[in-house]
């Protein structure tokens, strides 16, 4: 039996959640107790063994109604290694879809899929259907390896991405949890029909000799207490960065010969992002660079990292219990001589790598066998009927028809594969009579790059909106960046309703953090590519202010960046220092058109914090400020006009303040009208 060497850590009390799991009797309880009582939802020492099963409990707090029980429900998550989506699976889950959930499917950030709304009775039956037509939730949650992501484009002619994919596949099966407890619940002890384990699998899980199993336990590799926190694996190839393989805790880079046959992998380690406001302790962190391995050692080197992580991580605080701490706290030296005892022998220098750029894989391509995938865009990964827009019954009917199979991007896109030409025109039909955009060139930049994760009204964790939010603000960045002459610029936004950074936005070259309700932490200078963490550059953004926030950065890049160069980089170059000295010296120069003039009335209609709106009849033929009141993307913005000498006043006691104009105005007013 492995034993934990002795650590700062040890002499502290371990958190509730390790004698849960240690508890629980290899995850069956109290889960297998409580599914059968006719109740609306889980106690809470249930909701945490449940995550290790694929499901987190929520309530729906559109519906919380003050004196009467939390609307539950639940949110289920599918583990496909790779995105791959076999098309059996994907029509059953857009059915449980409309059965049992609320009518939507979401791709998620790690490749899988979640259905959300699915009440506790009907649970059950949900899972079960998953499992019976060649799925799995066990292991999307809870603390150990998640699922394994690899790069999503199904390139038949490049062998590096088959092995990336082979990997990711054999990988997620070392990894995946070996207790009964899943079968006996969901499907009352029935073994799901699957593909026969891979031989070389079985025995790398078996193998011993260096500490890293347990004998004769139901979890060899996880043991009673599994993983202190969440595990994220990823495999790609060289110069493919779609995986964003510096957020992971463990990536595997695939190394081929001249010949293409695989050699072995470069191996990455300490990535994550999830902290925890006015927590300095907790951070964002890229991976390290950390050995080379040969491809007859793979399987080793992934449980030698895993056992060190397991016996090493902090199991007392769960803030501080990611591989990015210990190995912040270790040093990469100290961690890679620990792993070395777990491996059994030395390790070798990491191979030479080219730059990693992003992909995302969009629209029609070849894949190199004759056939074609098609790459679609889909915001925030909400696959949902909406007016116009079908995308849900387009693809159901493209499945169904045409019997592809889907991979699921890492920036929530969908893949249709293995497309012969002659369905080509069939299928682009079927989408444009959806409603549905396919070609990548018609999508505003902004929104193509962009990410958002469900915050609000569902996730527990949630401060802000993010998904419902993201669209209104990306409008919002493009008229301002119009405004400024920008048109034609692009960049990566990223926005979470929390700093767990679900959808990544601290890899973002703007990125919103949600830090209280309507506000957020801006960061900056992250990189299209995602090789370089953001910094936080305002710890709190009312959306109110984000026209008057926002401008000054975009003028001061407009007017100072170097030829060519992204807004990320400009903001990483010059520094924040600099950014924050110009936009405190900055005053907006939009003023009325030479044509409109204040000689009738004295009024001069100007900028408050955000942009004109358009001349219109109702306006009488001025231009009309829009003071940014808006709460949410379905409101409107409201229209004001200020005297020349009012608006004067307005801006000098704003700036004396060290408030916006609109946050003046606004309590200036609600105080006028209490006194009405």
Known sequence: MVKS??????????SKVEALKERSNFLREPVATEILQDTTHFSEDAVQILKFHGSYQQDNRDNRVKGQEKDYQFMLRTKNPGGFVPPQLYLTLDQLADEYGNHTLRATTRQGFQLHGILKKNLKATLATIIKNMGTTLGACGDLNRNVMAPPAPFKNKPEYQYAWEYADNIAELLTPQTGAYYEIWLDGEMAISAEESPEVKAARQKNGTGTIFHDQEEPIYGTNYMPRKFK???TVPGDNSIDLYTQDLSLVVITNDKGELEGFNVFAGGGLGRTHNKEETFARLADSVCYVAKEDVYDIVKAIVATQRDYGDRTDRRHARLKYLIHDWGVDKFRS??????GKQLAPSKPLPEFKYKDFLGWNEQGDGNLFLGISIDNGRIKDEGDFQLKTALRKIVEEYNLPIRLTPHQNVILCDIEPGQKKAIQKILNSHGVVSDPGKIDPLV??????PALPTCGLAITEAERAIPGILERIRALLDKVGLQNEEFVVRMTGCPNGCARPYMAELGFVGSAPESYQVWLGGTPDQTRLAMPYMERLNLNDLENQLEPIFVYFKQSRKPGEIFGDFCDRVGFD????????YESQV????????????????????????ITEESEGQEVAIVNTTTAPSRGRHRISLYDEVYNKVKETAKSQGKSMSQL???????FLKNL
């Open 448 to 453: 193509r790059y962009s990410m958002a994760c």
């Open 338 to 343: 620990m792993v070395e005892k777990y491996f």
């Open 233 to 235: 694996v990823s495999v």
């Open 591 to 614: 003023v009325a058109s030479p044509e409109i003039t204040d000689d009738s009335d004295g009024l001069i209609e100007t900028m408050a914090d955000s942009t004109t709106a358009p």
């Open 665 to 671: 105005v606004n309590e200036a007013l609600i105080e």
């Open 5 to 14: 060497a002795p650590s700062p850590t040890t002499s502290r009390k371990p």
């Open 578 to 585: 600099a950014i924050r000295e110009f936009a405190a010296q």
